[in-house]
């Protein structure tokens, strides 16, 4: 389940948003799983698009990325993507985010 964390006082002045980072980590999440994670009250749902592997510097989209984006979206949750970037310089920085655009542009 889904359990309410603790925010320390310190923090209890901003607003807390119910969000979760998701990626081919989590596995196969089904379309019904996805309304039980809106129905406990996560709005905000970061996934990750891609991945670069840093041996080649090869740019990968994540297997569950197309699954997981539409499910979302389905499910009504507001979405933020990410790329997890092993970038080293700024041109491969600018390929990793030319990738992440053109995975998200449809």
């Known amino acids: ?5 603790q925010t320390p006082s310190k923090y209890k002045k901003y607003k807390r948003l119910n969000c979760i980072d998701i990626s081919w980590w989590q596995g196969d999440i089904s379309k019904a799983s996805w309304k039980k994670i809106k129905d406990a009250g996560v709005k905000y749902v970061i996934i990750r ?3 670069t ?7 990968n989209m994540d297997s569950k990325f197309s699954q997981n984006i539409n499910n979302a979206y389905e499910a009504g949750l507001k979405i933020g993507v990410y790329h997890f970037s092993q970038a080293l310089t700024v041109a491969e920085a600018e390929k990793e985010a030319a990738y992440t655009i053109k995975l998200i542009e449809n």
């Open 53 to 59: 592997s840093l041996s080649k510097f090869t740019l």
């Open 49 to 51: 698009t891609g991945y």
């Open 1 to 5: 389940g889904l359990g309410k964390a």
